[in-house]
């Protein structure tokens, strides 16, 4: 998770619940290196490819909720249709409504995942304390 | 009174692909069944065996009818494009 995030948490500057807030997921090769210190996002070592667009595609999450001591905020699968990209290594959860594009948490998938002429969906973890996508416990 | 810890975290994700065609509806049902019902490894075994059971079926449910919903939007688009004059493309799309 960004250390940025947790700052701009206590700063109001992200809803998870409010319509104008667009959470997006970029993708990005292994020649990106991002990590706690990452704050926005940034279109340097994005993946370019067939019907994939820069900036990646929309989150959609779901109202934010608690169960026990833990909050957390469940996402939908992203899905990108009908893409032809190689050498995705990860992704960057952001902000896009927010000034700068500020980031959320980066994503890394363990190793370089392709799709050709077909779907590449980031599988979101179930939505409950213990998996899912941005916990507070 | 005792300060609580305060942690936050991250979930993980997974990707999956696919190459020159769309996902099955048998491949989607699992993806939902995932999200609808994680099976902790933990889980007392007869709980667990249960769970997962369970899951298998809504899964077979789940698949069963994205079938009948991708079939029957077929069916509008189908009438669409035959409606625009292209019959032939129609046809095909119906017999997919």
Known sequence: ?137 | MNNMPFNMSVGSVEVRTTNNRGFTPEEVAERCTDKLLHVSEQAPPVIRDQAVAYKQQMTGVIASYMKQAIQSDRTTVYNAIKDAGHLKLAEYIRNM
């Open chain 1, 1 to 137: 998770m960004c250390t940025s995030f947790k700052v701009e948490l206590l700063k109001g500057i992200h809803n998870f619940t409010a319509a104008s807030n667009v959470f997006k997921l970029a993708l990005y090769t292994n020649s990106a290196s991002f990590n706690a210190a990452t704050t926005a996002y940034t279109s340097g070592n994005e993946v370019n490819g067939t019907n994939y667009t820069a900036k990646g595609n929309a989150i959609t999450t779901v109202t934010p909720t608690s169960s026990s001591t833990t909050a957390f905020v469940d996402a939908n699968d992203v899905v990108f249709s009908n893409v032809t990209i190689n050498g995705v290594r990860g992704a960057l959860f952001y902000n896009e409504a927010a000034s700068g594009d500020p980031t959320v948490a980066v994503l890394d998938f363990g190793s370089d995942k392709a799709a050709s002429a077909g779907d590449f969906t980031v599988v979101m973890p179930t939505g409950d304390a213990s998996n899912a996508i941005i916990r507070i416990a």
